[in-house]
T-cell receptor, first 118, second 111 residues
Framework: GAVVSQHPSWVICKSGTSVKIECRSL??????MFWYRQFPKQSLMLMAT?????????EQGVEKDKFLINHASLTLSTLTVTSAHPEDSSFYIC??????????????FGNGTRLTVT | RKEVEQDPGPFNVPEGATVAFNCTYS??????FFWYRQDCRKEPKLLMS???SGNEDGRFTAQLNRASQYISLLIRDSKLSDSATYLC????????????FGKGTHLIIQP
């Protein structure tokens, strides 16, 4: 069964609006959640690492004020794309690991959110 | 040189055939290796981890060649349902990050 639940699956919004994406860990506590973005025919690119109870760590080139991450509980991490623009249209995916040993345990992904900004 | 490199394909293979593809990585200190499968417009799903001695799971065989810095995935008796993009994932360094994804190899199994 699913380990990570992500909503919404897809969203179409107008330029300038904000979109919140939720990622929930099912039946386990996820202290760390990774947020990825994938453009068509490209590899998954890590955007940020979300840590429960502390500030997220953003990858180089990712604007923290534009992509707001909140990890207020052990089962929920959210990514808000603020003032979305067409170039933000992409496939956003969250992931985590069951064991917390990210070096050797595989990741489990949410079902992804396909964002289209018009 | 890219950190993780895969032939994007597509590989068009008839049903029942055996197909294999490789993934090269640049960091010799890489620790863990995985193959993920991603269907169109879906999230990646773990296919199998890759162990140093090589491992098999049903029709799928994964191998690691540290000397030449590549991993491979072999699919025997391919099924139509095997059509997908196969992502190579490499873990380098310590900590809770450092996972690098390849762009994937697109496989199409034809009836």
């Amino acid at each position: 069964g699913a380990v990570v639940s992500q909503h919404p699956s897809w969203v179409i919004c107008k330029s300038g609006t904000s979109v919140k994406i939720e990622c929930r860990s099912l039946d386990f506590q996820a202290t760390t959640m990774f947020w990825y973005r994938q453009f068509p025919k490209q590899s998954l690119m890590l955007m940020a690492t979300s840590n429960e109870g502390s500030k997220a760590t953003y990858e180089q080139g990712v604007e923290k004020d534009k992509f707001l991450i909140n990890h207020a509980s052990l089962t929920l991490s959210t990514l808000t794309v603020t003032s979305a623009h067409p170039e933000d249209s992409s496939f956003y995916i969250c992931s985590t690991s069951l064991s917390g040993n990210f070096g050797y345990s595989p990741l489990h992904f949410g079902n992804g959110t396909r964002l289209t900004v018009t | 040189r890219k950190e993780v490199e895969q032939d994007p394909g597509p590989f068009n293979v008839p049903e029942g055939a055996t197909v294999a593809f490789n993934c090269t990585y640049s960091n010799s200190a890489s620790q863990s290796f995985f193959w993920y499968r991603q269907d169109c417009r879906k999230e990646p799903k773990l296919l199998m981890s890759v162990y140093s001695s090589g491992n098999e799971d049903g029709r799928f065989t994964a191998q690691l060649n540290r000397a030449s810095q590549y991993i491979s995935l072999l699919i025997r008796d391919s099924k139509l349902s095997d059509s997908a993009t196969y992502l190579c994932v490499v873990k380098s360094g310590g900590g809770a990050d450092g996972l690098t994804f390849g762009k994937g190899t697109h496989l199409i199994i034809q009836p």
